[in-house]
């Protein structure tokens, strides 16, 4: 069993819909990363939480650690938001990243 | 800008050569990382550094080899030791008060044939 896990692995929605991604994990972390990777490959960063929720724009992150559980919303999609978000944990004591495999979200106007 | 560059994008390989992927940064990142993409698997580590001079094997480290004699560099060379080199390589750095912690390169996507 992976230690991170995520669903779904693909996701379809409408534009304007509400999207949501869940991430679980089994191991102690310092922190969760929520990561976006365009089809070009490169990957960019878009939330490190330790506790509580965090936004920026459309993105809210949520983390509940007594649970090991965090989720990825997207409010009123947009085509220009698919892309697969990767969810990825920082175990205690170390910098390594433990990533899970990714949810492909693809967004139709 | 600071960030992190990756060349090439797309490399081109024949079975039994060793390529070299460079990584730089002019974060001022101590800590610098190389990770290998397959479809279908989560990002998984070859190398990392968290020093000059200094580096760790991560979990496939087989065929690989690297070297930090710069900070802000951190090339990775795929050997002829590596088995099944097609795969998109990333690199990345972090700095512990760095905002979202890491910052990832473009990444390099090496074919051998």
């Not at chain 1, 997207?74 to 920082?90: E, G, K, L, Q």
């Not at chain 2, 290998?36 to 580096?55: A, C, E, H, K």
């Amino acid at each position: 069993k992976n230690e991170v896990e995520q669903s779904p692995q693909n996701l379809t929605a409408q534009e304007g819909e509400f999207i949501t991604i869940n991430c679980s994990y089994s191991v102690g972390i310092s922190a969760l990363h929520w990561l976006q990777q365009h089809p070009g490959g490169g990957i960019v960063s878009l939330f490190m939480l330790s506790s509580g929720k965090k936004k920026h724009g459309r993105l809210i992150a949520t983390i509940n650690i007594q649970e090991k559980h965090s989720s990825l919303h997207i409010t009123a999609s947009h085509p220009r938001d698919s892309a697969v978000y990767i969810c990825a944990v920082s175990p205690y004591n170390t910098d390594k990243l433990i990533f899970g495999t990714g949810t492909r979200l693809q967004v139709f106007p | 800008d600071g960030g992190i560059t990756q060349s090439p994008k797309y490399l081109f390989r024949k079975e039994g050569q060793n390529v070299t992927l460079s990584c730089e940064q002019n974060l001022n990142h101590d800590a610098m990382y190389w990770y290998r993409q397959d479809p279908g698997q989560g990002l998984r580590l070859i190398y990392y550094s968290q020093i000059v001079n200094d580096f760790q094997k991560g979990d496939i480290a087989e065929g690989y080899s690297v070297s930090r004699e710069k900070k802000e560099s951190f090339p990775l060379t795929v050997t002829s030791a590596q088995k099944n080199p097609t795969a998109f390589y990333l690199c990345a750095s972090s700095y512990p008060r760095a905002p979202f912690g890491y910052t990832f390169g473009s990444g390099t996507r090496l074919t051998v044939v």
